[in-house]
């Protein structure tokens, strides 16, 4: 990566200029900045799908913004058409929401990727409810603390996953009902006895690979495995066997398949907001970098050690 100066210029129709604030930093970018991505970058491209910032310019055929609005960029466009790494930035006008009440800057910049992808397979898709068992791996991540939140303010059990006990102690402090520690106890065995030899109804993984059929394993009859990520290198099966004995669903999602939808979005933004009001939805920032040291807030993410979301900040 490196740092560029271009003309911003003015918001054309359906855009709006925003002055960046804080960037919240996700996997998704490491992945499409690396070419492993969703869909293949066409140089020069962007980076940034979210952000902290203030309303500079209103384009045509916009309504609901105002200069010096305070907003936050949600992650709605391609990466190929926009992008929020940068301390001026053209977005469109559909990925900003005015910013929630009481949640500062850094916050900000940490809510929408990870509480909006919780949202959409917990609740949207999964039907989450009181007394279900959800089994979140990798759950150290941002995405994986705002499920393990969700499910508790849905009254479910969320049971987190890790393969070491190094985060297991902030996991559980984080609300995790639950913590399997993968290197040292069998995920199966955990999940029954947790449940009561129901299983879980359930899965969230972002890492997919062979452990999917270690999850089928692990599902009650009629459960639901949502794969939103591909951190295994391995392939994924489908785990034909126990799909069949317990009429499993396997279903790939991203947020992408809901968020230009505005019916939904607006249930997402507003069960979003009210866990935010409540204090039952907190995002968890592990640790801030300044902008020109954007570059070394990719090695730490990519280094997997962090607990939360990784947050730059943006001088002005």
């Known amino acids: 990566m490196q740092f560029d100066d271009l003309p911003v210029g003015d918001p054309q129709r359906g855009e709006l200029r925003v002055r960046i604030e804080a960037i919240g930093l996700n996997r998704a970018e490491a992945m499409f900045r690396s070419g492993a991505y969703l869909e293949t970058p066409r140089l020069p491209a962007r980076l940034g799908y979210e952000a902290s910032a203030t309303v500079e310019a209103v ?3 916009v309504d609901g913004f105002a200069p010096g609005d305070a907003v936050s960029v949600i992650p709605a466009f391609s990466m190929n058409d926009y992008g929020v790494y940068a301390d001026t930035a053209i977005v469109p006008a559909y990925s900003v929401v005015q910013r929630p009440a009481g949640v500062s800057v850094i916050e900000s910049a940490a809510v929408w990727m990870a509480y909006l992808t919780a ?16 089994i979140i791996p990798a759950a150290s991540s941002s995405v994986g603390l705002a499920a393990i939140q969700m499910a508790n303010c849905v009254g479910a059990i969320p049971i987190a996953t890790t393969r070491t006990r190094a985060k297991a ?3 559980q402090e984080a609300g995790a009902a639950h913590v399997v520690v993968t ?4 995920l199966v065995a955990e999940v029954a006895h947790v449940t009561g030899g129901k299983g879980a109804r359930l899965a969230f993984d972002p890492v997919g690979g062979p452990q999917v059929e270690t999850l ?3 599902m009650s009859r009629d459960g639901v495995i949502v794969v939103y990520g591909a951190l295994a290198t391995a392939p994924t099966p489908f785990p034909v066997i126990a ?3 317990k009429a499993l669903t396997l279903r790939g999602y991203t947020l992408f ?4 939808d505005r019916e939904r979005l607006a249930r997402a933004s507003a069960f979003i907001e009210d866990g935010l009001a409540g204090g039952g939805l907190k995002p968890i920032v592990a640790k801030t970098f300044p902008l020109d040291a954007i570059v070394q807030a990719h090695v730490y993410m990519e280094s997997n050690e962090q607990f939360g979301k990784i947050v730059v900040t943006v001088p002005h």
Do not use: C, N, Y
């Not at 949202?119 to 959800?134: E, F, K, P, S, Y």
């Not at 290197?183 to 069998?186: C, F, G, V």
């Open 59 to 61: 384009g045509e055929g």
């Open 183 to 186: 290197s040292e106890r069998d």
């Open 169 to 171: 102690a902030a996991l």
């Open 257 to 260: 398949e809901f968020i230009r």
């Open 243 to 245: 799909a069949m004995q």
């Open 216 to 218: 089928a394993q692990a």
């Open 119 to 134: 949202w959409g397979a917990l609740v949207d898709i999964g039907r989450l409810g009181r007394g279900d068992a959800v």
